[in-house]
């Protein structure tokens, strides 16, 4: 059961319809999950920014990293150009390699890409090796390019799904969440989803209560991906993923030397889209003030908080290989009474 099912309700902003990233219109999200035999429990999630070419009609965006104990591939040119012109890859940490090949070969085949001969494929990760034997090579490039292929707006499935499999929060089972918020009127309208692959550790807490029973778990790591349709800059871009690490500490994240804490933020708005007229020359560009922000600030921070909730309720026991330990493992979900 998702959190609002259970009445977990973080924040007071309303939800989008979906209470998923995907209710930022033009938003896309696909998964691929990888289950074989007793040992294999991994995956990809892949989002899109829109349905058409990223490559061509780029999207502005912001990396904020708390801690950087990561393997994310594209960063340096995310916060050098402070955009984004492909899918996004989320998988394991040792299929960061292969996915940035399936981002180059879904790209390269996309119409109007025939002369391209560079491109910035956007990866993220965590280390699911508690539960998967994450020395096979799995996914694989052709598994990862299905995730992008059959990603679709709508609702989007959660918990040990995709990048989510294998994955271990709080010493329970971890995965993908999402939720969303919706300003009103008077804030502008605009929407704000956050999708999460959660894999950190703690001292869980539920809309600001402790759990009561800690875990012994503090390394791991977590990816947060934003999407809004508020025409922002990619400077403010930076800013509103900074507010996602408010919506991770609001859930007891230890924050640790291990952790690996990111968040990617980017703006679907079309005013801001950097398609190949506005690139050939001086364009104007529409830019929410400064001042306009803080409720978006508030909205990241919500769903964000939200998403990692809904990444561990939707999340089932699962059975696979713990790697370090070379034995079999069990995760047990959590479950509220």
């Not at 801690?67 to 340096?76: D, H």
């Not at 001292?203 to 349709?229: C, F, K, Y």
């Amino acid at each position: 059961m998702r959190a609002r099912e259970l009445n977990i309700a973080p924040g007071g902003l309303k939800t989008g319809p979906l209470n998923a990233i995907t209710d930022v219109a033009g938003v896309r999200v696909g998964h691929v999950t990888v289950k074989q035999g007793a040992r294999i429990r991994t995956g990809a999630t892949a989002i899109l920014p829109h349905g058409g070419n990223p490559f061509q009609d780029k999207v502005p965006a912001g990396l904020a990293v708390f801690n950087g104990f990561g393997k994310m591939a594209g960063a340096t040119q995310l916060i050098e150009l402070g955009e984004i012109e492909t899918p996004i890859l989320l998988t394991n940490t040792l299929a960061v390699g292969r996915a940035i090949e399936a981002i180059n070969c879904w790209t390269l085949a996309q119409p109007g890409n025939e002369r391209v001969a560079s491109l910035n494929a956007v990866v993220g990760e965590t280390n699911d090796g508690r539960l998967n034997d994450i020395r096979q090579p799995f996914p694989t490039v052709e598994q990862m390019r299905e995730a992008i292929d059959s990603a679709t707006d709508g609702p989007v499935m959660e918990g040990a799904v995709g990048a989510g499999s294998g994955t271990v929060a709080f010493g329970r089972k971890g995965g993908i969440g999402t939720s969303s918020r919706k300003l009103g009127r008077k804030q502008g309208g605009y929407s704000v989803g956050v999708l999460v692959q959660s894999n950190y550790g703690g001292d869980l807490r539920i809309d600001g209560r402790p759990l009561g029973d800690a875990q012994a778990d503090v390394d791991g790591s977590i990816m947060m991906v934003l999407a809004t349709d508020a025409p922002l800059s990619d400077r403010n871009l930076r800013r509103l993923a900074m507010r996602c690490h408010g919506g991770l500490a609001r859930t007891g994240a230890a924050l640790s030397n291990g952790s690996g804490d990111y968040a990617i933020a980017f703006s679907t708005a079309e005013a801001v889209r950097r398609t190949p007229e506005r690139r050939m020359q001086a364009s104007p560009i529409l830019d929410l003030p400064n001042d306009l922000l803080s409720p978006l600030f508030l909205a990241a921070i919500e769903a964000t908080e939200e998403a990692i909730l809904n990444s561990l309720l939707m999340a089932e026991d699962t059975e696979g290989h713990d790697t370090l330990k070379d034995r079999p493992a069990r995760i047990e979900a959590l479950r509220l009474k």
